[in-house]
Antibody, heavy 121, light 115 residues
Framework: DVQLVESGGGLVKPGGSLRLSCAAS????????MNWVRQAPGKGLEWVSS????????YYADSVKGRFAVSRDNADNSLFLQMNSLRAEDTAVYYC??????????????WGQGTRVTVSS | DIVMTQSPDSLAVSLGERATINCKSS????????????LAWYQQKPGQPPKLLIY???TRESGVPDRFSGSGSGTDFTLTISNLQAEDVAVYYC???????????FGQGTKLEIK
């Protein structure tokens, strides 16, 4: 079974940094595009970033472009999200999610439980 | 960017009745190359991650009860839940995966409750 386990969330001051991780198992991680999706408290879902299987293609939502950086370690089956210059509006639960068949243009069929990030002074 | 708009924002339906949720995209998500609509539906219960219900607008994910069905094409889509059960109480989201470069825009969500 596919398993995605996020970690690294916590409380950080505005302007600070945080690095999220997602440990993946149960599928061929190195063949899959991976995604980060976030959900602010009481709000809807917002896609944050995607990274292709070999890291050749990386995409960001406009709201995080220039502040967040996605990366992956295929040898360790891990996905990362480096978040810099954090703002209050980045407060959210961050999920990693896989697309069906690992493709870029596909619905997200597996999700982790999420890790909570709170940006507050 | 494609904007996804759901209606209604919330609805209350009696047990055993039918719930209908609509989703409209600001531009077509129908691909002319494969005639597929790049539209998915998710269910999210409190404290849980989203769960994929429907992809390609009308294909039910494995294990999803057949009372869930998706329809529509182009810019207008519908999620129908027949014979509503108590466990269907959740927030439902539509999502496009058509954009290139990807944006994976979600609708704002529709909260479904029991009347």
């Amino acid at each position: 079974d596919v398993q995605l386990v996020e970690s690294g969330g916590g409380l950080v001051k505005p302007g600070g940094s945080l690095r999220l991780s997602c440990a993946a198992s149960g599928f061929t991680f190195s063949s899959y595009t991976m995604n980060w999706v976030r959900q602010a408290p009481g709000k809807g879902l917002e896609w944050v970033s995607s990274i292709s299987s070999g890291s050749s293609y990386i995409y960001y939502a406009d709201s995080v472009k220039g502040r967040f950086a996605v990366s992956r370690d295929n040898a360790d089956n891990s996905l990362f999200l480096q978040m810099n210059s954090l703002r209050a509006e980045d407060t959210a639960v961050y999920y990693c999610a896989t697309p069906r068949g690992g493709m870029v243009t596909a619905a997200f069929d597996s999700w982790g439980q999420g890790t909570r990030v709170t940006v507050s002074s | 960017d494609i904007v996804m708009t759901q209606s209604p924002d919330s609805l209350a339906v009696s047990l055993g009745e039918r719930a209908t949720i609509n989703c409209k995209s600001s531009q077509s998500v129908l691909s002319s190359s494969n005639n597929e609509n790049y539209l998915a539906w998710y269910q999210q219960k409190p404290g849980q991650p989203p769960k994929l219900l429907i992809y390609w607008a009308s294909t039910r994910e494995s294990g999803v009860p057949d009372r869930f069905s998706g329809s529509g094409s182009g810019t207008d889509f519908t999620l129908t839940i027949s014979n509503l059960q108590a466990e269907d109480v959740a927030v439902y989201y539509c999502q496009e995966y058509y954009s290139s470069p990807p944006k994976y825009s979600f609708g704002q969500g529709t909260k479904l409750e029991i009347k």
